[in-house]
């Protein structure tokens, strides 16, 4: 990961942060130095700093470039600051818990299950009404109240367990 800091001689933050670093920019466009064992690179003309990140905001900022892609956060105050932007960027993408399933989805979601279900239709009026249902529906949604009644039905006939159904509706 680069770490490249946007600098300005005319902000008091950013020339607080330097401080802070050790670096001396004075006269001088772009400054290479090792902090706390990360190498850094800090740029402190505001052209280069515009052509290198053009919509960061305020000096100072912090871009970091991962796999070729830059991400920046301005008015950053310090290099704690600089520690928590990496480590915010460094957090795994958390998906978001999916609600809606596709009838093929949804089959998969209890593909040990799916043919107890099946038969039981047969001799079942309300698991056929059930089954038939999942089977017509464009989507099944588990934020639904039907579906979440439709499973707590096959649960209580013993078709799917408890945790199963737990572990679909959380």
């Not at 950013?14 to 920019?25: N, P, V």
């Not at 970091?64 to 480590?87: A, H, M, P, T, W």
Request: with cysteine; charged share 20%; net charge negative.
């Amino acid at each position: 990961m680069n770490i490249t800091i946007l600098h300005s001689e005319q902000v008091e933050d950013s020339r607080a942060l330097m401080q802070e670093l050790g670096i001396h920019s004075a006269n001088v466009d772009v400054v290479e130095s090792v902090y706390q064992g990360n190498a850094l690179k800090v740029i402190a003309k505001h052209a280069k700093c515009v052509e290198y990140m053009p919509n960061f905001s305020a000096y100072p900022s912090v871009v970091l470039e991962i796999d070729g892609v830059k991400r920046c956060k301005s008015s950053i105050k310090n290099y704690d600051d600089i520690l928590s932007f990496q480590n915010e960027l460094n957090q795994p993408a958390i998906a978001p818990k999916t609600t809606q399933y596709s009838r093929l989805d949804f089959m998969f979601l209890f593909s040990a299950e799916w043919n107890s279900i099946k038969q039981a239709a047969l001799t079942d009026s309300q698991v056929s009404l059930i089954y038939d249902s999942f089977i017509l529906a464009d989507y099944i949604s588990v934020s639904d109240t039907r579906t979440v009644s439709a499973l707590n039905y096959l649960v209580s006939v013993g078709l799917v367990s408890q945790e199963k159904l737990e572990s679909v509706l959380s």
